[in-house]
């Protein structure tokens, strides 16, 4: 059997879908090598899995419609593997052979050629785009990471993958305005901050100039203000100033007898 022989040869072996008597019901062939000493093949385990049981993880229908999309496994040779339950139709793809099927009859042969040598190719990918039965399809397909001889393909209605790709740039644009707006409340919060600071530190600069420089008795400027004020104007050499300084003849007597606030 293939599987036998893939295993045997050093190959982790998935078939297409068989039928399989004992079980009635469509399987997966799965091979692996057992490897011994000096890296020598010693012999293979092997299993079958029920197709059915891949449907779910290979669907890959948008906003769960149904006939919009489907996903499959395919081989090197372009034999599908296994397929998701959403089926797309049995003209996508038609057969067991996706290079022979409808959705890339309506391509150019290079088109065609292309893809087939991309499927041979460890890793190897692209996109066609085709018209099938009047409806328009996008294939996109990809070489599965750790298996050399599979390839994932994904086959989609081009006027779903649009009305998707609407949806998610309204999203986009909604994020984005909601990104703006939360920048202005943020950028208009923190100006208010700003100018609420500014106006807090400016009157508590005012207060503590008002309490340096402010006699709390005559509401006239205090010592250092005069002092402050002097230099001032001091400084303007071209200018002539006198100064008058007047005292209360034995002023400490009114104090000692009356007390400071009295006498203030």
């Known amino acids: 059997r293939e599987y036998y022989k893939r295993a045997m040869n050093g190959e982790v072996y998935i078939s297409k879908a068989i039928y399989s008597e004992p079980d009635e019901k469509m399987v997966n062939a799965i091979a692996a090598p057992i490897y011994g000493d000096y890296k ?7 299993g079958i899995c029920d197709t059915r049981s891949y449907n779910n993880l290979i669907d890959m229908s948008f906003g769960g419609k149904e006939n ?22 049995d003209y996508v793809p038609m057969g067991d052979l996706f290079f022979s099927s409808d959705i890339l009859a309506g391509v150019e042969e290079s088109v065609r050629n292309a893809v087939k040598d991309n499927f041979a190719k460890v890793g190897g990918s692209g996109i066609v785009k085709s018209v099938c039965k009047g409806e328009k399809y996008v294939a996109y397909y990809s070489g599965m990471s750790g298996f050399d001889d599979l390839h994932y393909l994904l086959i989609f209605k081009e006027n779903v993958v ?37 106006r807090r530190l400016t009157k508590a600069n005012e207060e503590v100039s008002r309490i340096a420089y402010t006699d709390s008795i005559t509401g006239y400027g205090t010592w250092d203000k005069f002092v402050l004020d002097a230099k001032s104007l001091l400084s303007h050499e071209y200018r002539r100033y006198a100064l008058v300084s007047f005292d209360i003849d034995k002023f400490k ?10 006498g203030n």
Request: charged residues 15%; aromatic residues 10%.
């Open 40 to 46: 020598r093949i010693v012999g293979m385990v092997a």
């Open 68 to 89: 919009d999309s489907n996903g499959y496994v395919l081989n090197s040779d372009g034999e599908v593997i296994m397929s998701g339950e959403n089926a797309l139709g």
């Open 162 to 198: 649009a009305a998707e790709q609407n949806h998610y740039a309204m999203i986009n644009i909604l994020m984005y305005a909601f990104f703006v707006l939360i920048l202005i409340i943020v950028i208009t919060a923190y100006i208010v901050i700003v100018r609420v600071s500014f």
């Open 253 to 262: 007597a009114i104090n000692d007898m009356y007390g400071h606030d009295e």
